[in-house]
C-alpha cells in the first residue's frame, strides 16, 4: 500500500490513448467543465469503473444466492446511501442504476461545477479560479478543493467565503445570482440573444449613416 504521505496516482491511463472519439470526448469533458487536464478525466471514469466493478459483483452475488443477506447486503446498502447522499442517485434505486450512471454524472457533483450552476462565477474556469483561492464556502466552511463531492444537504449551502472580498455586493467580479426558476443556461441564452438584439440596432443606424 505505501506510505499514506507519499502521493499514490488515483487514475489509471487509457488502454488505447490514441483513439480519435477517445481524444475528443475526453477534451470536450475537459473543456465543458472546465478540467485542469485529462488526468482529471481518468480521476473521475477510475471512481466511476470502482463504483460499478462493484455493483455487478454484487448483482453476480445476488444472481447465485437468490438474495443478499448479511455482510453483502450491507455493502449494497451502503453504495447505495453513499450515491444518493452525493447526488449521483435518486432515491428508490437499485444496483442496475449504477451501472447506467454516466462520467457527467460525477462531474456534476464537483464543487467546481456546482459553483458555476448556482451562479456564483461567470465561468467554470472562474469558479476554478474562486475555489483555489478560498473565495467559496460550505456552510460557512472555507473549502479548496474543487473535486470536492458535494452532497444534496450541503449543495444550498454554497457561499462566498464570509473573509472573502468577493462576499461584498459591489465587487466587480461578484456576478449577478442566477433568479429564482431559472437555469444558468437560460440566463446565458437571455444575454446572448440581448446582446444579439442590440448589435442587430446598431447595425441599422449605422448602414442609415453611411447612406
Known amino acids: ?6 502521493y ?13 472519439e477517445k481524444l475528443a470526448s475526453e477534451a470536450e469533458l475537459v473543456k465543458t467543465y472546465g478540467l485542469r487536464n485529462k488526468r482529471e478525466v481518468w480521476t473521475v471514469e477510475n ?8 455493483a ?8 447465485a444466492k437468490g438474495t443478499l443477506s448479511g455482510h453483502t447486503k450491507a455493502e ?26 454516466e462520467i457527467g454524472d460525477l462531474l456534476e457533483r464537483r464543487l467546481q461545477t456546482q459553483v458555476y450552476r448556482q451562479g456564483l462565477a461567470h465561468s467554470m474556469r472562474q469558479a476554478r479560479q474562486f475555489i483555489t483561492h478560498g473565495h467559496t464556502a460550505i ?7 474543487p473535486s470536492y463531492n458535494v452532497s444534496k444537504e450541503d449543495e444550498m449551502l454554497i457561499d462566498y467565503y464570509g473573509n ?3 462576499a461584498k455586493e459591489p465587487h466587480p467580479e461578484r456576478p449577478t445570482r ?23 440596432k446598431g447595425g441599422g443606424r449605422g448602414r442609415g449613416r453611411r447612406r
Do not use: C, F
Open 1 to 6: 500500500m505505501g506510505h499514506p504521505r507519499k
Open 8 to 20: 499514490h496516482k488515483s487514475y489509471s491511463t487509457p488502454r488505447h490513448p490514441w483513439q480519435s
Open 47 to 54: 471512481t466511476l469503473r470502482k463504483y460499478r466493478r462493484t
Open 56 to 63: 455487478r459483483r454484487l448483482l453476480a452475488e445476488s444472481a
Open 76 to 101: 449494497r446498502d451502503q453504495l447505495i446511501l453513499r450515491l444518493q447522499r452525493i447526488g449521483i442517485l435518486k432515491s428508490d434505486t437499485d444496483l442496475d442504476d449504477i451501472l447506467s450512471l
Open 139 to 145: 456552510a460557512g466552511r472555507k473549502v479548496t478543493v
Open 164 to 166: 472573502s472580498p468577493i
Open 178 to 200: 442566477v433568479e429564482e426558476g431559472e437555469s444558468i443556461l437560460d440566463k446565458h441564452a437571455r444575454n446572448a440573444d440581448a446582446a444579439k438584439d442590440d448589435g442587430n
